[in-house]
């Protein structure tokens, strides 16, 4: 990956990323709901290097600690639907085709269902959080991780060395963590990094619209909501809010692809060709 300039590029944007959500607290200069009505939308200085929002807090403060919940919320969401992806996908792939049909149909009606509307309704019954943005999140791509490892499961079950390893009366466990898990796995991380901007992009457009983090919670979407209500007064909050998230999207994006190309080198020379 670091001889590839894009991967490299990839990889320096989203170390970045998760060093300063790591580091917020160290690196924030001030607290970022602290409150100067005094000096409210004020433009960048030395002392505010992304200028103050309407409540005179400091937007640079706040974009760091934005990023410390964007990665809150992708990291676990991401992990959570991962696992039970492999789960599922395991299980409908290895299991007994009665057990297969039901699980396919139920990612294909959690698949059917317009994230959006099904994220407000679940909002709407839980309520605005951090907690319910996860929740949203897990529900929506466990299907789709599922999907996948259940394609790449039955495309390997009937593999010689499966056949070979049940000639031996193995047990279905050691097939499947030994042998199965360790060949479908790579896949689904190429996918989990594409996926990650999509999950920080809901994330800051739910909140953008207040119904993911609630104030006075900084997110990188509550940053860009003020930002566009005092888009005349000081558009400053707009670069603060929309800049890392465009740089998020490139950092994991560029990334994934370069995961891609290293994990699967069969489909790096289809591409060469």
């Known amino acids: ?6 991967g490299a590029l990839g990889l320096f944007l989203v170390t970045t990323i ?3 959500a790591f580091f917020a607290d160290f690196l924030m200069p001030y607290d970022p709901n602290q409150i ?8 960048p200085t030395w002392e505010h290097w992304l200028g103050t929002d309407n409540l005179g807090r400091d937007s640079f403060s706040r974009v760091l600690i934005g990023t410390r919940v964007a990665m809150q919320v992708a990291i676990v969401s991401i992990g959570l639907a991962m696992v039970g992806g492999i789960v599922l996908g395991l299980i409908s792939g290895y299991g007994p085709k009665w057990l297969d049909s039901l699980l396919v149909l139920i990612f294909d009606s959690m698949s059917s269902l317009p994230m959006i509307m099904f994220a407000m309704a679940v909002i709407t019954v839980l309520g605005p959080g951090t907690y319910t943005l996860i929740i949203v999140i897990v529900s929506v791509s466990i299907p789709g991780y599922a999907r996948m490892i ?15 390893e049940r000639s031996l009366n193995a047990s279905s466990g050691r097939i499947i963590f030994n042998h199965l898990l360790p060949n479908v796995v790579g896949s689904l991380v190429i996918l989990a990094s594409m996926d990650m901007p999509v999950v920080i992009m809901l994330e800051a457009g739910l909140s953008f ?16 909501n003020d930002g566009y209500s005092f ?25 994934g692809e370069s995961l891609r190309d290293a994990l699967d080198p069969k489909l790096k020379k289809r591409g060469s060709k």
């Not at 100067?36 to 433009?43: G, H, Y």
């Not at 259940?150 to 499966?162: G, V």
């Not at 619209?209 to 860009?224: E, H, R, V």
């Open 1 to 6: 990956m670091s001889r590839d300039p894009i």
């Open 18 to 20: 998760i060093f300063i």
């Open 36 to 43: 100067n009505v005094l000096n409210r939308l004020a433009d």
């Open 150 to 164: 259940r394609a790449q499961t039955l495309s390997l079950k009937n593999s010689e060395f499966i056949l070979a």
């Open 209 to 224: 619209l207040g119904l993911g983090i609630k104030p006075p919670d900084a997110s990188w979407g509550t940053i860009l």
């Open 231 to 255: 888009i005349r007064d000081s558009p400053v909050l707009i670069i603060a809010g929309g800049g890392p998230l465009i740089l998020a999207t490139l950092g994991f994006t560029f990334l």
